[in-house]
Nanobody, 121 residues
Framework: QVHLVESGGGSVQPGESLRLSCAAS????????MGWYRQIPGKERELVAQ???????YYSDSVRGRFTISKAADKTAVFLQMNNVKSEDTAVYFC???????????????WGQGTQVTVSS
């Protein structure tokens, strides 16, 4: 089991920056992917940014060039640097991690509790 706890959300004005953090604990050795999703009321949760250990990094079109994902090499944290935020970035942001273990391999998805980001002038 992996436990994720987000921090760093809050209220900012358009054009400002915000940094989200997510601390991972538990069986972090099993983690292969860490990332961030966001959700607004009435809509599906959407992938914002994702980084695979030893692999590729993904950004949604809406945040590419403004947001940067980074992670700790020991799989205990993932961060989202949000620059030049826009009102449409307002959402609850969720930390996500995917772990793999066992033979045959089984994937497990883990979620944080979410942190609110509000962008408003």
């Amino acid at each position: 089991q992996v436990h994720l706890v987000e921090s760093g959300g809050g209220s900012v004005q358009p054009g400002e920056s915000l940094r989200l953090s997510c601390a991972a604990s538990g069986n972090t050795f099993s983690i292969v992917v860490m990332g961030w999703y966001r959700q607004i009321p009435g809509k599906e949760r959407e992938l914002v940014a994702q980084s695979r250990f030893g692999g590729s990094t993904y950004y949604s079109d809406s945040v590419r060039g403004r947001f940067t994902i980074s992670k700790a090499a020991d799989k205990t944290a993932v961060f989202l640097q949000m620059n030049n935020v826009k009102s449409e970035d307002t959402a609850v942001y969720f930390c996500h991690a995917q772990g793999i273990k066992g033979v045959p391999e089984r994937k497990s998805n883990y979620w944080g509790q979410g942190t609110q980001v509000t962008v408003s002038s």
